[in-house]
T-cell receptor, first 114, second 111 residues
Framework: ETGVTQSPTHLIKTRGQQVTLRCSSQSGHNTVSWYQQALGQGPQFIFQ???????GRGNFPPRFSGLQFPNYSSELNVNALELDDSALYLC?????????????FGPGTRLTVT | EDKVVQSPLSLVVHEGDTVTLNCSYEVTNFRSLLWYKQEKKAPTFLFMLTSSGIEKKSGRLSSILDKKELFSILNITATQTGDSAVYLC???????????FGPGTRLSVLP
């Protein structure tokens, strides 16, 4: 197991609600990336945070937003939830800006939107 | 549009067989190609490739990149049931600011 933790493990929300997912990075890592993985598909890159600044973003609408804190843990916020937001949300931590090859994934948060 | 394509999408083999998984990509400002193994939830890192023609090996797994033809292969020899998983190919591009995964190849190894 990696040192990356995510909470909660599972979550059920209703369409239109807002959700916050949390990720604690591995010790010594200052970069956190978030991914959305729908059933049967590869993960889709949402965005990456390096030292509390957004450092790259995939093709996701602005209702997907994030934060990184001074201890390098991170939050993913999704507003106005839609049914298609149901997925496994993975975070990964790494050391260094853009150095994604060293990233270690957390176990994920399974979000179900009804 | 930046994309990664993997083939086959699904593969069933018997223990002891050798398999080759394919990954092709089309991105701007390529930086690296990575292979991951995903069994239940968190993908685990296998290889990172940045240079053409240099084979990376780890036990029964090996991988190589062709930057001219824009593809990579992942070979697994003498497969075991524990190799059953989804194998994901991903490409880092735009100077490390973007990352795209392929759909994965689901490998099932039967005893």
């Amino acid at each position: 197991e990696t040192g990356v933790t995510q909470s909660p493990t599972h979550l059920i929300k209703t369409r239109g609600q807002q959700v916050t997912l949390r990720c604690s990075s591995q010790s010594g890592h200052n970069t956190v990336s978030w991914y959305q993985q729908a059933l049967g598909q590869g993960p889709q890159f949402i965005f990456q945070y390096y030292r509390e600044e957004e450092n790259g973003r995939g093709n996701f609408p602005p209702r997907f937003s994030g934060l990184q804190f001074p201890n390098y843990s991170s939050e993913l916020n999704v507003n106005a939830l839609e049914l298609d937001d149901s997925a496994l949300y993975l975070c990964a931590s790494s050391q260094g800006q853009g150095v994604t090859y060293e990233q270690y994934f957390g176990p994920g948060t399974r979000l179900t939107v009804t | 549009e930046d994309k990664v394509v993997q083939s086959p999408l699904s593969l069933v083999v018997h223990e002891g067989d050798t398999v080759t998984l394919n990954c092709s990509y089309e991105v701007t400002n390529f930086r690296s190609l990575l292979w991951y193994k995903q069994e239940k939830k968190a993908p685990t890192f296998l290889f990172m490739l940045t240079s053409s023609g240099i084979e990376k090996k780890s036990g029964r797994l090996s991988s190589i990149l062709d930057k001219k033809e824009l593809f990579s292969i992942l070979n697994i020899t003498a497969t075991q049931t524990g190799d059953s998983a989804v194998y994901l190919c991903a490409v880092e591009y735009n100077y490390g600011q973007n990352f795209v995964f392929g759909p994965g190849t689901r490998l099932s190894v039967l005893p």
